[in-house]
């Protein structure tokens, strides 16, 4: 039986990324020796760093004095690093989410955080909007998508001031005028690698204009001059980025990715608002494409666990929503093919003939 991978991550990766990766952990460029014990400070590792940040550059589009660092320790270590690096005074923050108010808990420990606007009394259901935002903060900070409430900025804010932002869960997904930021980071395990490496795009005349000491792993200068080699990067991870990357420039780039998300997103939604079973948790002009949100109606509730074991059975993995929603998620990030979405809402629909 073919599985159709929704986990919210780690998640799906494109089948051939697997391969090659499968395939370097065996041998490496044709050295005879496996990915996982060559020196990252060789000709051929370095090639692959070189060819990752290469490309990362030119799919986003990145301006010039910008750096792509690939880090360890996931998002959660870049919610120290942000403030670390840049918050003097003051920073504001959005909270949209789990993540979002994480992040926020790790500023407050370097300066003072105003948060501008929050949907947490809603259980996050949406995207605030008409926030005002200081204009003598160092940096403002935005939760691009949020992976347990299924919502989703689809633009580049306009800011007065820098921006920062998480894109870990729908980085490559759509265009993003880079230049808007002086800081983009993630966790790679949604729509790039396995687990175990972090990207930051950082601008290079935004570092170092904080008074305290940072300490140097934690310091983004370290990682620029160092090349992301200033310790033993992940090696294998960034391997898998590398043909990530390949295979979305493949495809057709960020642009063709923006169509498919659209394409799949617009497809399962309309399911879920025609099928008299299910209800979308998220305010419908802000549902993400990425973490696809939603819920037993309240006549069907003592269906739910019913629907969890049918789908599961019919091939449906990882669609099980997480504890502070509820109900179901299916997670479509950029490998996720469009045929498996189908099978998801023939799913459904068949759950509804049967009930």
Known sequence: MKKHNFSAGPSILPREVIEETAKAILDFNGSGLSVLEVS???KDFQAVMDEAVALFKEILSIPEGYSVLFLGGG?????CMVPYNFLEKKAAYLNTGVWAKKAMKEAKGFGEVVEVASSADANYTFIPKDFTIPADADYFHVTTNNTIYGTELKG??????????DMSSDIFSRPVDVS????IYGGAQKNLAPSGVT????????VGKVSRYIPSMLNYKTHIDGGSMFNTPPVLPIYSAMQTLRWIKAQGSVKEMDRRATEKADMLYAEIDRNKMFVGTAA??????MNICFVMAPEYKDLEADFLKFATDKGMSGIKGHRSVGGFRASCYNAMPKESVQALIDCMQEFEKLH
């Open 40 to 42: 990252h400070r060789g």
């Open 75 to 79: 998002a959660s270590m870049q919610f």
């Open 156 to 165: 580049d804010l306009d800011s007065p001031i820098p921006m920062v932002a």
């Open 180 to 183: 808007k930021y002086i800081c």
């Open 199 to 206: 990207f930051v795009i950082v601008k290079d005349d935004a």
């Open 284 to 289: 419908k002009e802000d549902r993400s494409r």
